[in-house]
């Protein structure tokens, strides 16, 4: 197979449109992608035509939604190599995260280690914080190397027979950084912890398998993946799940309800209370079946590509500083640009139509490990083209020149 971005991007309605009376050079996909016309008529026709609530109904609206609904599941398992009963919908990949650390927390004790990384969203931190704060946990974070990369050495030193847990992205979505994920979980597993991977930027970008890796938890979104909002993917072992106590309480997630006691459903319904994000799982599954369509492998390609054009077009910038160079990075672009604030950048980026994120991306300790308060990222996807990498280059010249 191969790659036609003339096709691909086509598909979604949205990049036709202008900003400021400029083509949309949309370069904000690892904040969120957009959605291809299959995305967004999938849904259109499920509420149209076959909405209902799911599982409980026994009426012919209520057989279709739940088929498609638990269809969707079957095709986020067979995204990772996983299981049906190893998925968990849940609001987002950051409920994910926050699922299994409430679990896990429950039998970790003062003085037990979490190892993180310093290149870690928020969502991959904040919840092993509460555990620290609420259980007397420690955490470790493993310190990443000036070019972006992972000081794997560094994460090796900072396990024990402490270590509880280790939770690790599998791509920054800062850095662009890819990790040896399949070697951190032996390691980890080796110390006995529990690992967890934070695959929300990995998933878009490569083929993951769970299988392979070997690990405990995989998390993901559907929002970078071509698909809706408001839905997350928990990937756990099906003995990991069925050790997990209860998230939340409510309806769909009980086995018997009495006045004086409460049985708990399997997983993964164990973990899914109340009604479920219906029409974004089959909008997910979608996504899913038109992105199987494509050449992984040549999506893939293009993207790097294109992220080699524009380091390329801006390497003899001297106003220009790229955090994060690692090699085999993916296509994430995060920079500074002398005298101004990342804020301003990517405001008047904005005017010549060019969309970029601009902050700490959620992840704070990172930017203070590399001396920054904020940069700004343009992120690239299947639908960006090499004109649209030049239009970038271009656009960010003429606003240095607002600085200079």
Not at 132 to 146: I, K, N, S, W
Request: proline content about 4%; charged content about 20%.
């Amino acid at each position: 197979m191969s790659f036609d971005v003339a096709a691909a991007r086509a598909e979604f309605p949205i990049l036709s449109r202008q900003v400021h009376g400029k083509p949309l050079v949309y370069l904000d996909s690892a904040a969120s992608a957009q959605k291809p016309r299959a995305v967004i008529e999938t849904m259109t026709r499920a509420m149209e035509t076959s909405y209902s609530n799911v599982h409980r109904g026994l009426h012919t609206l209520a057989n279709e939604t739940t088929e498609a609904y638990e269809a969707a599941r079957i095709k986020a398992a067979g995204l990772i190599n996983a299981d049906p009963a190893e998925i968990v919908w849940t609001k987002g990949a950051t409920e994910a995260i926050n699922l299994v650390a409430a679990g896990l927390g429950q039998s970790l004790n003062a003085g037990d280690e979490i190892l993180l990384t310093e290149m870690e969203h928020h969502a991959n931190i904040v919840p092993w914080h509460f555990l620290r704060e609420r259980r007397g946990v420690v955490l470790r974070f493993a310190p990443v190397l000036e070019d972006g990369r992972l000081d794997v050495d560094g994460f090796r030193n900072l396990l024990s027979n402490r270590t509880k847990v280790a939770a690790f992205t599998h791509m920054s979505n800062v850095l662009g950084t890819v990790n040896p994920v399949a070697a951190l979980v032996a390691m980890a597993k080796a110390a006995g912890a529990v690992t967890l991977i934070d695959g929300c930027q990995a998933i878009v970008h490569g083929r993951v398998d769970v299988t392979a890796l070997d690990c405990d938890f995989y998390v993901f979104s559907s929002h970078k993946l071509y698909g809706p909002t408001g839905l997350g993917v928990l990937y756990g072992k099906a003995e990991r799940l069925a050790a997990l106590p209860p998230y939340q309480g409510g309806g769909e997630m009980i086995g018997t309800v009495t006045l004086d006691a409460i049985t708990y459903a399997d997983p993964p319904h164990r973990f899914e209370a109340g009604t479920p994000p219906i029409l974004e799982a089959i909008g997910f599954g979608a996504a899913i079946d038109w992105l199987g369509g494509l050449d992984r492998e040549a999506i893939a390609a293009h993207e790097a590509a294109l992220y080699a054009r524009i380091a390329d077009g801006l390497s003899g910038a001297n106003w220009l500083k790229v955090i994060g160079q690692a090699p085999g990075k993916g296509a994430i672009f995060a920079f500074t640009v002398d005298g101004a604030h990342a804020h301003d950048v990517a405001q008047i980026l904005d005017r010549y139509g060019v969309a970029v994120r601009a902050g700490t991306h959620c992840a704070e300790p990172l930017m203070r490990r590399f001396g920054v308060t904020s940069s700004a990222r343009a992120s690239f996807a299947l639908y960006n083209t090499v004109e649209e990498a030049d239009a970038f280059i271009d656009a960010l010249t003429r606003t240095q020149a607002f600085f200079a």
